[in-house]
C-alpha cells in the first residue's frame, strides 16, 4: 500500500490552493512542451503530446486522490461517463480513482473515530492498516471486544460533508478553464445530481437504513449477503457492520470455476440489477468491482453486496419508460422500442433516422434479455451469442463495443443532447454488469431475468 497522507486539506480555501497548484503545474509544462516541440516533425510532436497528456493526466489523477473528498468522486463520476468527450489518457488516469486511493494516517483515523464513538472507541480492537480506503471514506477492520466479533468501522474523512459544494465548484472551475468538456446546461443539471448524490452518500444514517432495507428484499435469497449493520456503534458519520470475508471478483481462482457456477454467480449479479429497477426501484449505482465479494458457503457460491452509499431512488415515471424500453427490447421489436422511446426530452427531440439509430442502441443493448426465439430469428437462426442452451455468451460478444459504435451514429446528429441523467445511471449500472459477467465468463438465462417484468 502506498505512503499514507499525515495531513488532509479539509478547509474551502486550501483545497481551491492545491487545485490551483495542480492547474499551473500542468500549465507550465505544457508551455514547456509546445516550445520544445517547434523542431520536431508531425509525428513526433503528436507523439510528444500524448505522451505529455498520459503524464499530466496521472498528475492530476494522482493529486485529487490526495484531496480525497467530493473532488475524487466528481473525478470518478466523470471517468465513467467521459467516455464521448475525454481524450483517453485523461480516461485512463481518472479510472486509476477507482482503486484504493492513498490512505489517512491512523492518528488522523482514530481523532475521527473517536470525535463518533467517544469512549465507546476502547470496546474495539481496531488494525491500524485499512482494509479499503476510498474518496469520502476509509475501513478498517475491528474486533468487539466484549462478544469477540469481527466487524467493519467505516468512518468518514474529517469535514468531508462541508467540502462538498465547495468541491462541486472547484471541479466545475477546472474543467472550465481546461475546456475538457462543453459548458452546458445539460452538464449543469448533472453536476446537480451529483451534488444530491454526494450530500445522501456522506449520511451514513441514510445508508444503514439502506442497507437493512436492501437486506430484507433479499433476505429470503441464499445467493445474497448484506452485512448487518450494528446502530449502537454508528452514527451519521461512522457505520459499523459485520466483516463478511469474501474473495474479489478479479481473483484468479474465480476463472477456475466450473461453468456451472460461474453461470449462478453471473446471474445473480445481472438478477439483482433487474430487480433493483423493476421490483424495488432504487439502484445501487457505482457498479465498482470492490462493491462485491464471493464466498462459498452452504454449497453455493454467495454474492456479498458491501456498499449501499450510491443509491439512486426513480421515479414511477421514469420506471415505466425503462419498462417498456425493456420489453420491446426482451421482444426485440424495432417499431416497439420506437414508440416505447416517448416520454423524456432526450427521446421525444429525435426525430427520423437519429431515432432509428438510437432504437437500434436499445435493441442491440437488450440482446442478453431478449427472448431467445426472437433473438435467434434476429440473426436469421443462428445467434453466435447463445451456447447450446440458449444461455447469453457474454465473453466474445463484444456487446458493449458494439452497442457503442452504433450509438455514436445518433450522437452525430445534431438533434442528440446528453441523455438524461437518470439513463445515465441506468446505463453505466448495466455496463458495469457487463463487464462483471465477462470477467466472470458467465452465460445467462434471458427468461429468468426479465421474462416476469414484461409483457
Known sequence: ????????????????????????????????????????????????????????ADYLAAELGKLKGSVVKVGQMLALYGEHFLPKEVLNALHT??????????????????????????????????????????????????????????????????????????FKHLLKITNAVPQTKSLDAWFDEISKLLH?????????????????????????????????????????????AGISLNDPSLAQLPQARKNALGQAAIEIVVRELFEWGEMQTDPNFGNYLVRHEDGIDKLILLDFGAIKQFDQHLLSIAKGLMAAGYHQDKSQMMTAM??????????????????EVFLMACEPFANTEKLITAHAGNCPHLDDEQRYIWV????????????????????????????????????????????????????????????
Open 342 to 359: 416517448t416520454g423524456y426530452d432526450f427521446f421525444d427531440k429525435l426525430t427520423g433516422k437519429p431515432k432509428s439509430d438510437m432504437a
Open 200 to 244: 445522501r452518500e456522506v449520511d451514513y444514517q441514510l445508508e444503514a437504513a439502506t442497507t437493512k432495507r436492501f437486506a430484507s428484499y433479499l433476505a429470503d435469497d441464499a445467493r445474497y449477503v448484506v452485512p448487518t449493520i450494528y446502530d449502537n456503534y454508528s452514527s451519521k458519520r461512522l457505520i459499523c457492520m459485520s466483516f463478511e
Open 97 to 170: 480513482l477507482d482503486a484504493s486511493t492513498t490512505p489517512l494516517s491512523w492518528h488522523i483515523i482514530y481523532e475521527a473515530l473517536k470525535q463518533e464513538l467517544g469512549e465507546r472507541v476502547h470496546d474495539f480492537d481496531i488494525e491500524r492498516t485499512p482494509i479499503g480506503t476510498a474518496s469520502l471514506a476509509q475501513v478498517h477492520k475491528a474486533v468487539h471486544k466484549h462478544t469477540g466479533k469481527p466487524v467493519v468501522l467505516k468512518v468518514q474523512y474529517p469535514r468531508v460533508a462541508e467540502s462538498i459544494d465547495s468541491d462541486l465548484s472547484i
Open 396 to 455: 466474445g460478444s463484444n456487446l458493449y463495443a458494439r452497442v457503442m459504435n452504433t450509438a455514436r451514429q445518433g450522437m452525430q446528429s445534431l438533434e442528440f443532447s446528453l441523455p438524461p441523467k437518470e439513463m445515465m445511471f441506468i446505463s453505466r449500472k448495466f455496463i458495469g454488469a457487463y463487464a462483471l459477467l465477462v470477467a466472470l465468463d458467465a452465460r445467462t438465462d434471458s427468461e429468468g431475468l426479465v421474462a416476469r417484468f414484461v409483457s
Open 1 to 56: 500500500m502506498s505512503d499514507s497522507l499525515n495531513k488532509l486539506k479539509t478547509s474551502p480555501l486550501s483545497r481551491r490552493l492545491s487545485i490551483a497548484k495542480t492547474s499551473l503545474n500542468i500549465g507550465k509544462n505544457w508551455a514547456k512542451s509546445s516550445m520544445s516541440s517547434l523542431l520536431l516533425d508531425k509525428d513526433q510532436r503528436s507523439a510528444q503530446k500524448q505522451a505529455l497528456l498520459q503524464e499530466q
